[in-house]
C-alpha cells in the first residue's frame, strides 16, 4: 500500500512597457499536480477490467466496512477514519488512500460533522455490480464504464489517484493521447474538453472516461481555476495526466 502527496507550482514573471514605464505583469501559474494515492500493479490482463466511481457519507461517527476491488478514497468534506491492516489513519478534506483489492478496511466518520468521500475502483467485470462500503453508509453510484477498458497490454501497470489545477482563463492544450486510461471527476471550476474537434464545458460533479489512445485536449476558460481528479492506469514510466507536467514523488 502507498500513500503519496506532492505538488509541483511554477510561477514566473515579465516585463512589459506600457506609457512609457517599466511594469511588471505575472505569467499564469503553471499546471499544478499533486499526488494524492497510488500503488504498482504487476498485471492487469488476467480478467476484464472496468472503471468504477461512487460517492459515500457517513454520519458523525458512524461506522462502514468495505472489501472491494483495487480502488483509492479520496475524503471530500469531513473526516474518516480508515483501519487497514492493524493501522489507523484519518484522512481529512483533500486527502487519499489506496485499499488493495480483497483487504478489508473499518471506517469510521469523525465527530465533527458528515463524512463525504468518493471511491474509485479498478474492478473485474464479474464483480462489477458487488457492493462497496456497507450500511448505514449512504452510497450512490456516478459511473461505471459500460465495456471493460480497452487495449491493455502485458506488464505492470501504475495505478493513481491525481488531483490537477489549470489556472484560469488558461487555453487549451495541445493535443495528445491517452497512454492508458483515465476517468476524470470536475471538483470546481469549469472545463473546456476537446474529443474530435468537439468541444464541451464540463462543470463540478461531471464524470469524463478517457480510453487507450484517445486524443483529446483540456482548457480552463473560466473566471477560476479548473481542479479535477484524474483517477488513472498507465504502462510503468509512462506519464499519466499531461506532457511536460511530471510529477515528483515522495
Avoid: C
Avoid at 30 to 49: E, F, G
Avoid at 91 to 103: C, M, Q, R, S, T
Avoid at 217 to 242: C, H, R, T
Amino acid at each position: 500500500m502507498q500513500f503519496r502527496t506532492t505538488g509541483l507550482l511554477l510561477l514566473g514573471a515579465m516585463a512589459l512597457p506600457a506609457s512609457g514605464t517599466a511594469q511588471t505583469t505575472p505569467a499564469p501559474s503553471a499546471i499544478t499536480r499533486t499526488v494524492i494515492a497510488a500503488t504498482k500493479l504487476p498485471t492487469v490482463t488476467d480478467v476484464p477490467l472496468h472503471f468504477k466511481a461512487v460517492s459515500i457519507t457517513l454520519q458523525p461517527d458512524e461506522k462502514s466496512g468495505v472489501s472491494a476491488a483495487n480502488g483509492i478514497l479520496y475524503q471530500m468534506s469531513g473526516s474518516t477514519e480508515i483501519a487497514l491492516d492493524g493501522e489507523a489513519k484519518m484522512l481529512n478534506a483533500g486527502e487519499g488512500l489506496f485499499i488493495a483489492g480483497g483487504k478489508t478496511a473499518a471506517l469510521t466518520a469523525g465527530s465533527g460533522g458528515p463524512s463525504a468521500f468518493l471511491h474509485f475502483f479498478l474492478v473485474p467485470a464479474v464483480d462489477l455490480g458487488r457492493p462497496v462500503e456497507t450500511a448505514p453508509a449512504a452510497v450512490r453510484e456516478l459511473y461505471r464504464t459500460a465495456t471493460p477498458i480497452p487495449d491493455l497490454k502485458p506488464g505492470g501497470y501504475d495505478l493513481n489517484l491525481t488531483r490537477v489545477t489549470f489556472p484560469a482563463q488558461m487555453p487549451s492544450n495541445p493535443p495528445h493521447h491517452r497512454s492508458g486510461a483515465a476517468l476524470y471527476f470536475i471538483i470546481s471550476g469549469t472545463g473546456a474538453n476537446t474529443v474530435d474537434g468537439k468541444t464541451e464545458a464540463r462543470g463540478p460533479g461531471s464524470l469524463i472516461y478517457e480510453p487507450y489512445a484517445l486524443v483529446h485536449q483540456w482548457g480552463s476558460p473560466g473566471n477560476e481555476p479548473l481542479i479535477f481528479l484524474a483517477f488513472n492506469i498507465n504502462p510503468e514510466g509512462v506519464a499519466a495526466v499531461l506532457p511536460g507536467t511530471p510529477a515528483k514523488n515522495q
